[in-house]
């Protein structure tokens, strides 16, 4: 049977936080990658954007998302690039709770834009606060990705924050 | 109607089939059941994600709920998203915590697909947070639905998963657990 789900890296965030998760020197034998991601940051919210880097560049995004908070929905274009949400520490009902996102990125080794799929929840133990959604970005330039890099931009990422890296292959 | 105890793929165990290996799939049989469990989840993989195509008994064509309990308990609260084809709602429930949509009997030989990620299972630092994405295409009419659902019970690893549906699983619903490996 061939190898076609394979883990490449990943990453804990450890006690202190991180500024971000990142993985480099990705190796260029898979056709697609997924990165599956519990997270949670020091902001004192009830959720913040999670945002993608490919290759250390956060430029040429463009983001198409239809979210949903409570009875509340909507959709939005951006170009900053989004690819979901991730729990905070304010407000209650919050401890020990971690977004759960998966976030798919197809050809990521060929010579086109590379077009990513993504969806996202936050989930909080009280009325309010959630938010869940799905995401189209697009990075519209050419190179082949070799660096991942996770962040929230301006806040740090909790202890126990994890991004798994997985390879898939269509042969 | 007895619920049905799905068998753990112990066959596949040590061998290299990469990061994405199956646990267990239960087909329900004629007759129908009224639930299917998966027990004693092994902990040796990082996330699970369950793969369904599943059906209600209830008569009449309506689309019913698709329903997850962990370790023996309900979810603790819920969220969706959802769309069929003429609208867009979105709500949440702590009483009703369905985590899909399925159609009813009504719709002969059609059947829902639902997909439930659950991220670090065994993780004990953490309550579960659970992502579902669904749909049913009737031929006509529909239902798409995104759920995420949080479980707070206690941060515990997940050993047991049970689904149901609002009245009984139909025949030939079929449920497929999956673990993906993290080392």
């Given at each position: 049977?061939?190898?076609?789900?394979?883990?490449?890296?990943s990453?804990?965030?450890?006690?202190?936080?991180?500024s971000?998760?990142?993985?480099?020197?990705?190796?260029?034998?898979?056709?697609?990658?997924?990165?599956?991601?519990?997270?949670?940051?020091?902001?004192?919210?009830?959720?913040?954007?999670?945002?993608?880097?490919?290759?250390?560049?956060?430029?040429?995004?463009s983001t198409?998302?239809?979210?949903?908070?409570?009875?509340?929905?909507?959709?939005?274009?951006?170009?900053?690039?989004y690819?979901?949400?991730?729990n905070?520490?304010?407000?209650?009902?919050?401890?020990?709770?971690?977004?759960?996102?998966?976030?798919?990125?197809?050809?990521?080794?060929?010579?086109?834009?590379?077009?990513?799929?993504?969806?996202?929840?936050?989930?909080?133990?009280?009325?309010?606060?959630?938010?869940?959604?799905l995401?189209?970005?697009?990075?519209?330039?050419?190179?082949?990705?070799t660096?991942?890099?996770?962040?929230?931009?301006?806040?740090?990422?909790?202890?126990?924050?994890?991004?798994?890296?997985?390879?898939?292959?269509?042969? | 109607?007895?619920p049905?105890?799905?068998?753990l793929?112990?066959?596949?165990?040590?061998?290299?089939?990469?990061?994405?290996?199956?646990?267990?799939?239960?087909?329900?049989?004629?007759?129908?059941?009224?639930?299917?469990?998966?027990?004693s989840?092994?902990?040796?993989?990082?996330?699970?994600?369950?793969?369904?195509?599943?059906k209600?008994?209830?008569?009449?064509?309506?689309?019913?709920?698709f329903?997850?309990?962990?370790?023996?308990?309900?979810?603790?609260?819920?969220?969706?998203?959802?769309?069929?084809?003429?609208?867009?709602?979105?709500?949440?429930?702590?009483?009703?915590?369905?985590?899909?949509?399925?159609?009813?009997?009504?719709?002969?030989?059609?059947?829902g697909?639902?997909?439930?990620?659950?991220?670090?299972?065994?993780?004990?630092?953490?309550?579960?947070?659970?992502?579902?994405?669904?749909?049913?295409?009737?031929?006509?009419?529909?239902?798409?639905?995104?759920?995420?659902?949080?479980?707070?019970?206690n941060?515990?690893?997940?050993?047991?998963?049970?689904?149901?549906?609002?009245?009984?699983?139909?025949?030939?619903?079929?449920?497929?657990?999956?673990?993906?490996?993290?080392?």
């Open positions: 049977m061939a190898n076609t789900y394979k883990l490449i890296s990453i804990t965030v450890g006690s202190g936080g991180a971000d998760m990142e993985f480099t020197n990705i190796p260029q034998t898979y056709t697609d990658l997924l990165l599956k991601v519990t997270g949670r940051t020091n902001k004192g919210d009830l959720y913040n954007d999670l945002s993608i880097r490919f290759n250390n560049s956060s430029s040429d995004f198409l998302a239809f979210v949903s908070t409570g009875s509340g929905k909507s959709t939005f274009t951006t170009t900053s690039p690819v979901g949400s991730l905070d520490t304010g407000g209650t009902g919050g401890d020990n709770i971690f977004s759960s996102n998966d976030i798919y990125i197809f050809n990521y080794r060929g010579s086109n834009f590379k077009s990513v799929s993504a969806d996202s929840a936050v989930e909080r133990n009280n009325t309010g606060g959630d938010e869940k959604g995401y189209s970005t697009l990075w519209s330039q050419n190179a082949a990705i660096t991942i890099t996770l962040v929230s931009v301006g806040y740090t990422l909790s202890q126990y924050s994890t991004a798994y890296l997985y390879g898939i292959s269509n042969a | 109607m007895s049905i105890l799905g068998t793929a112990s066959q596949f165990s040590g061998k290299p089939f990469g990061s994405f290996e199956s646990i267990a799939t239960v087909t329900v049989g004629a007759g129908g059941s009224s639930s299917v469990s998966f027990t989840i092994p902990s040796t993989y990082t996330h699970l994600q369950i793969r369904c195509l599943a209600d008994t209830t008569a009449g064509s309506t689309f019913q709920n329903k997850m309990t962990i370790n023996g308990n309900t979810m603790t609260r819920r969220h969706f998203l959802f769309a069929d084809g003429a609208s867009v709602a979105a709500g949440s429930s702590t009483t009703n915590l369905a985590i899909g949509n399925i159609p009813a009997a009504g719709f002969t030989s059609i059947f697909a639902v997909i439930i990620d659950i991220l670090d299972y065994a993780n004990t630092n953490k309550n579960k947070t659970i992502r579902s994405l669904g749909g049913t295409d009737a031929n006509g009419s529909g239902e798409l639905a995104f759920y995420s659902a949080l479980y707070a019970v941060t515990n690893a997940i050993t047991n998963l049970s689904f149901s549906a609002d009245s009984n699983l139909a025949q030939y619903t079929q449920i497929a657990l999956y673990g993906i490996k993290g080392a």
